[in-house]
């Protein structure tokens, strides 16, 4: 009787509140449990890295939520909740809007046909562009209030912490020096790799068409031969030449 009695707004206001107390007690939760972990690799090898990356999940979804190993320690693992915060909202943002932008290339195919019916396809593509883009910030916001909400530590994972990739410029230089190289060890796997090939095998075995050094009229008829079915035939040599040309005919000798 008494949630009858009330108003809209008062209910609503007190669900915020309740939602909000549920979400701060989750994030000290989480701060509390990552802690010690970012407290050992801090003393252990913090020498070695800044940044590090910790997996988060909903139960559906996954993350990779990278944050900055000294400064989470230092706020009491405040500073990775603010971290998966924004990891989370700039994930599902940038998926949803990859997909909005699908839609409106679907919608722009689509509206073409509105002028069969006497209608301005540009309005059309206005009105309807707008009602995708609103729906749009709606799931994004439903997506991300849903995973803050949900998200946790996977439980089998909760020691298991890495360092942040740093990329290197240096790297993609060196393994085409690595594959251009017959003495590196990436040239020599390459190369086993083409030796166990059938198809560069066959590259291999395939024998070279013969040129004839005589001149052959353009309607003098000529014997080939097809390099992989060993399939003989007499034809005229204007006829013959594109074959001979693409490699896997060759010219034989005529029969006596």
């Known amino acids: 009787e008494d949630f009858l009695k009330r108003n809209s707004q008062e209910l609503i206001d007190e669900v ?3 939602a909000v107390d549920h979400y701060r007690a989750k994030s000290s939760q989480i701060a509390s449990s990552a802690l010690p972990v970012l407290q050992r690799v801090l003393v252990n090898e913090g020498h070695k890295y800044e ?3 910790i997996p988060f999940t909903d139960g559906r979804n996954g993350i990779q939520v990278v944050c900055h190993m000294k400064n989470a320690v230092e706020s009491e693992g ?3 909740v603010v971290a998966l915060e ?3 909202t700039l994930a599902m943002i940038d998926t949803a809007w990859k997909e909005h932008l699908r839609q409106m290339d679907d919608l722009r195919q689509s509206v073409q046909t509105a002028s ?3 209608k301005d396809p540009l309005l059309i593509y206005k009105f309807e562009s ?3 883009f609103k729906r749009m910030i709606d799931e994004v916001n439903k997506k991300i209030i849903s995973f803050l909400m949900h998200a946790n530590l996977p439980q089998q994972e909760k020691t298991q912490v890495q360092a942040a990739p740093t990329p290197r410029k240096s790297d993609q230089p060196k393994l085409q020096t690595g594959r251009g190289g017959n003495s590196s060890s990436t040239g020599d796997i390459a190369g086993k790799q083409n030796y166990n090939d059938p198809s560069a095998n066959r590259e291999r075995e395939r024998p070279e068409p013969v040129k004839a050094d005589l001149k052959i009229g353009r309607n003098e008829r000529v014997r080939i031969q097809n390099v992989s079915t060993q399939e003989i035939k007499e034809t005229k040599y204007k006829q013959a030449e594109p074959l001979l040309q693409s490699g896997s005919w060759i010219m034989v000798e005529q029969s006596a």
């Open 16 to 18: 915020y509140a309740k």
């Open 51 to 53: 940044n590090i990356v």
């Open 78 to 80: 405040r500073d990775l």
């Open 86 to 88: 924004k990891g989370a």
């Open 116 to 118: 069969y019916e006497q």
């Open 130 to 132: 707008f009602e995708l």
